[in-house]
């Protein structure tokens, strides 16, 4: 089975600091894609960044980055000079490969509330 | 280039009755999934579909629910005699054509409540 952990219900940070979110995965397929997904009170689900699992580079996109460890099956989200529009709840998600790609449905984690301070 | 579009943002049926969601993919997009977020939980996959056809159901639950992709107009997920259980956000995404594409764009959502 393939599955996708978070193991922070709720983080908080200071405004202008970095905070990190964690994440954990399992998946025995080789070649496979990890999301970091934004959910703000308005519950659109926004992509912030992606990392295709044959890349050993970690992905970067402006104050986010990811800190991805295949051996390990670590996907950690970096979020540098936090601001306020930040606050939000964020999902890790894992692009499932089955059946030799026969679906491509994505599987999350539970999620994780950042709360930015002022 | 519009997002996903769903409709209604809202709906409120009673117990019994039957839900219609309505999921329209972004242009060019003929990959179209279908996730159920409980209250204070994460999205749960339901079905994946393209067009006229239903890729991977594994997720439906086996009995009310149902989804169909037709080859004019939107992706419909569809509920029969809702119970008070099937309140929560059924959210929509779309994925592009393209050999190799794998993002998933999200539409807004439809809040189903159950009353």
């Known amino acids: 089975a393939q599955t996708v952990t978070q193991s922070q219900p709720e983080m908080s940070v200071q405004e202008a600091e970095t905070v990190t979110l964690s994440c954990t995965y399992d998946?025995?397929?080789?070649?496979?894609?990890l999301f970091w997904y934004k959910q703000p009170p308005s519950r659109q689900m926004i992509l912030v960044i992606r990392?295709?699992?044959?890349?050993?580079q970690n992905a970067t996109e402006n104050r986010f980055s990811v800190n991805f460890q295949k051996a390990a099956k670590s996907f950690s989200l970096k979020i540098s000079d936090s601001q306020l529009g930040d606050a939000a709840m964020y999902f890790c998600?894992?692009?499932?490969?089955?059946?030799?790609?026969?679906?491509?449905?994505?599987?999350f984690g539970t999620g994780t509330l950042l709360a930015v301070q002022p | 280039n519009a997002g996903v579009m769903q409709n209604p943002r809202h709906l409120v049926r009673r117990r019994g009755q039957e839900a219609r969601l309505r999921c329209s993919p972004m242009?060019?997009?003929?990959?179209v999934y279908w996730y159920r977020q409980l209250p204070e939980e994460g999205l749960k996959f339901m079905v994946y579909?393209?067009?006229?056809?239903?890729?991977?159901e594994s997720g439906m639950p086996k009995e009310r629910f149902s989804a169909e992709f037709p080859k004019e107009g939107p992706s419909i997920l569809r509920i029969q005699q809702v119970v008070r259980g099937d309140s929560a956000a059924y959210f929509c995404?779309?994925?592009?054509?393209?050999?190799?594409?794998?993002?998933?764009?999200f539409g807004p959502g439809t809040r189903l409540t159950v009353t």
């Open positions: 995404a779309s994925s592009p054509d393209q050999q190799g594409a794998y993002e998933q764009y």
């Open positions: 998946t025995s397929e080789s070649d496979y894609y």
């Open positions: 990392q295709e699992a044959y890349k050993q």
């Open positions: 998600a894992l692009r499932a490969t089955l059946w030799g790609g026969a679906t491509n449905k994505l599987i």
């Open positions: 242009k060019g997009h003929s990959h």
């Open positions: 579909l393209q067009k006229e056809n239903i890729i991977d």
